[in-house]
């Protein structure tokens, strides 16, 4: 049985990739499980070096193989912010992070709001090269908030395909079509050649 530690502290994501490698006959580990405390610093400036230093340096911690990802949301006419702070944006965390964006776009019409949610999965292992992951999912921000799925933005986050929210959607639905699963899938496929 092979072991993978997926190196992320948000449960939301946790859920999710559990999800989306159900079958792969691998025991996923969690840094609670293996009772690692220690962060590693998020200081890059891009998705790519983000998920890089947080699989290689909590491979390093573990011993074990590695997957992190970093993702965020980049608004088109916020200059691709929030980005890599999506974390914390505006120095707020949760759900006032969700008022915030909404004032930063208070005057911004509906045909300007366009955004995207954006993940890049790193792959670490001992002795070999990590290897990298994309996935994307276009979307719109909301003029308020509706519904209660997912995590983070997800209530902002209007889908033109399903006149919903992200957070309005099943979350089978959102572990079909996220930013997040399509990375997983390209993963998926790293991991089955591994
Ligand atoms: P870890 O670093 O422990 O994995 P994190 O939540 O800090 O957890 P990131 O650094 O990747 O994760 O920051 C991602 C932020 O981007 C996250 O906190 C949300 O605010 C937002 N985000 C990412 N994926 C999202 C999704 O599927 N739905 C809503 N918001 C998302």
Redesign the pocket.
């Known amino acids: 049985m092979h072991e993978l530690l997926i190196a992320?502290?948000?449960p939301g994501?946790r859920r999710e990739f559990a999800a989306i490698f159900d079958g792969l006959g691998l025991t996923l580990r969690t840094l609670d499980d293996l009772g690692i405390r220690e962060d590693v610093e998020?200081t890059g400036a891009t998705f790519e070096q983000n998920a890089r230093l947080k699989a290689e340096g909590y491979l390093a911690l573990s011993g074990l193989p590695t997957l992190a990802?970093?993702?965020?949301?980049e608004v088109a006419v916020l200059g691709g912010a929030p980005g890599v702070y999506?974390?914390r944006y505006g120095g707020v965390q949760g759900p006032a992070?969700l008022q915030y964006l909404l004032d930063q776009m208070q005057d911004v019409p509906w045909h300007q709001r366009l955004a995207r949610?954006v993940?890049v999965i790193a792959l670490a292992r001992p002795g070999q090269p990590t290897q990298f992951a994309h996935g994307a999912l276009p979307g719109v921000i909301e003029l308020a908030p509706r519904g209660s799925g997912?995590?983070?933005?997800?209530p902002l986050f209007y889908l033109l395909d399903y006149d919903q929210t992200?957070a309005e959607l099943p979350a089978e639905l959102k572990n079909q079509i996220?930013h997040?699963a399509e990375a997983a899938r390209m993963a998926r496929t790293i991991l089955e050649q591994w």
């Open positions: 992320t502290h948000n994501k998020e990802d970093d993702s965020g949301l999506s974390a992070q949610f993940c997912g995590f983070g933005y997800d992200v996220s997040r």
